[in-house]
C-alpha cells in the first residue's frame, strides 16, 4: 500500500533546504512535524508538514531564533492555532523583528566586502613576507658575491706584492757587494771599454782606407778601372802577402 505525501529529496526542495536538515528538524521537533513513513520506514510529508516546516525555517533563518525559543513558541501556540499568514509574519515576544530582504542583502553584502577586504589584507601581507624574504636572499647573495670579489682582489694584491717585494730584494742583494768585488766589476768595465775603444778605432781606419780607395778609382777612366779592378787589386794584396810573410832584417 502506498502512502500519499512527498519524499524528503521533494519536500526539502520545497523547503528550500538540505535534505540532512529536514531530518534534523524532523528529530528536534518531533511533537509538531510528524510526517508518515512507508512501510519501508521511509519518510512521507504532507502538505501541512511542508507548511510547518517553512514556518521553522522562518523563525530560524529570518528572525534568527534559536532551536529552544522555537520550541517555546510551538509549545505556547502549537502550529494548528496559526494560519498561513501567521506562519509567513509569526513573531515571537522579545525576539527581533525580522528585517526586510532588503536589509539582509545590504547586511550579507558588507559582510562578504568585510570577508574580502581581510582575505586581500592576508594576501597582500603574504605577498609582502615573500617579497622581503626574497628581497633578503638576493642582498644575502649579493653580499656573497661581493665579500668573494674582495677576497680575489686581495689574493691578487698579496701575489702582486710578493713577485715586487721579490724583485726588490734580489736588486738589493745585488747592491750588496763588497768594495774588492765594486774594484773588480770596475775594472772589468774598463777593460771591456778600453777593447771596444781599440776596435772601433780600427774599424773607423778601414772604413776611412776604403772611402780613399773608393775616391781613387772614381777619379780614374774606365780602362783605368777595368785594370785596377783585375790586376791592382789581386797585385796589392799579393804584396801585402808577402811584406807580411819576409823576415824582419833585425831579426
Same mark, same amino acid.
Given at each position: 500500500?502506498?502512502?500519499?505525501?512527498?519524499?524528503?529529496?521533494?519536500?526539502?526542495?520545497?523547503?528550500?533546504?538540505?535534505?540532512?536538515?529536514?531530518?534534523?528538524?524532523?528529530?528536534?521537533?518531533?511533537?509538531?512535524?510528524?510526517?508518515?513513513?512507508?512501510?519501508?520506514?521511509?519518510?512521507?510529508?504532507?502538505?501541512?508538514?511542508?507548511?510547518?516546516?517553512?514556518?521553522?525555517?522562518?523563525?530560524?533563518?529570518?528572525?534568527?531564533?534559536?532551536?529552544?525559543?522555537?520550541?517555546?513558541?510551538?509549545?505556547?501556540?502549537?502550529?494548528?492555532?496559526?494560519?498561513?499568514?501567521?506562519?509567513?509574519?509569526?513573531?515571537?515576544?522579545?525576539?527581533?523583528?525580522?528585517?526586510?530582504?532588503?536589509?539582509?542583502?545590504?547586511?550579507?553584502?558588507?559582510?562578504?566586502?568585510?570577508?574580502?577586504?581581510?582575505?586581500?589584507?592576508?594576501?597582500?601581507?603574504?605577498?609582502?613576507?615573500?617579497?622581503?624574504?626574497?628581497?633578503?636572499?638576493?642582498?644575502?647573495?649579493?653580499?656573497?658575491?661581493?665579500?668573494?670579489?674582495?677576497?680575489?682582489?686581495?689574493?691578487?694584491?698579496?701575489?702582486?706584492?710578493?713577485?715586487?717585494?721579490?724583485?726588490?730584494?734580489?736588486?738589493?742583494?745585488?747592491?750588496?757587494?763588497?768594495?774588492?768585488?765594486?774594484?773588480?766589476?770596475?775594472?772589468?768595465?774598463?777593460?771591456?771599454?778600453?777593447?771596444?775603444?781599440?776596435?772601433?778605432?780600427?774599424?773607423?781606419?778601414?772604413?776611412?782606407?776604403?772611402?780613399?780607395?773608393?775616391?781613387?778609382?772614381?777619379?780614374?777612366?774606365?780602362? +783605368?778601372?777595368?785594370?785596377?779592378?783585375?790586376?791592382?787589386?789581386?797585385?796589392?794584396?799579393?804584396?801585402?802577402?808577402?811584406?807580411?810573410? +819576409?823576415?824582419?832584417?833585425?831579426?
Amino acid at each position: 500500500m502506498s502512502v500519499p505525501g512527498k519524499t524528503l529529496s521533494e519536500t526539502a526542495a520545497a523547503v528550500g533546504v538540505e535534505p540532512s536538515t529536514i531530518k534534523y528538524w524532523c528529530e528536534e521537533f518531533s511533537n509538531f512535524i510528524r510526517p508518515a513513513r512507508t512501510p519501508g520506514g521511509h519518510r512521507r510529508f504532507s502538505e501541512k508538514d511542508i507548511q510547518d516546516l517553512r514556518y521553522i525555517r522562518q523563525l530560524l533563518h529570518f528572525q534568527n531564533l534559536s532551536i529552544k525559543q522555537v520550541k517555546e513558541m510551538l509549545n505556547e501556540k502549537g502550529t494548528d492555532q496559526l494560519d498561513t499568514d501567521d506562519r509567513d509574519t509569526a513573531v515571537v515576544p522579545g525576539a527581533p523583528p525580522a528585517p526586510p530582504v532588503a536589509a539582509l542583502a545590504q547586511e550579507l553584502s558588507k559582510h562578504l566586502e568585510k570577508q574580502m577586504e581581510l582575505l586581500a589584507r592576508q594576501q597582500l601581507k603574504a605577498l609582502q613576507a615573500a617579497v622581503e624574504q626574497t628581497a633578503a636572499a638576493v642582498l644575502d647573495e649579493i653580499r656573497n658575491l661581493e665579500a668573494e670579489r674582495h677576497e680575489q682582489w686581495s689574493r691578487l694584491l698579496d701575489h702582486t706584492a710578493g713577485k715586487h717585494n721579490e724583485k726588490i730584494l734580489a736588486a738589493v742583494q745585488e747592491l750588496k757587494r763588497t768594495p774588492h768585488e765594486i774594484e773588480e766589476i770596475k775594472r772589468m768595465y774598463a777593460e771591456a771599454k778600453d777593447r771596444w775603444l781599440t776596435e772601433e778605432a780600427k774599424v773607423r781606419m778601414e772604413i776611412q782606407r776604403l772611402k780613399n780607395e773608393l775616391n781613387e778609382v772614381q777619379n780614374q777612366n774606365l780602362w +783605368q778601372r777595368l785594370l785596377w779592378a783585375l790586376f791592382g787589386r789581386s797585385r796589392k794584396l799579393s804584396e801585402e802577402d808577402s811584406s807580411g810573410s +819576409q823576415p824582419d832584417p833585425t831579426e
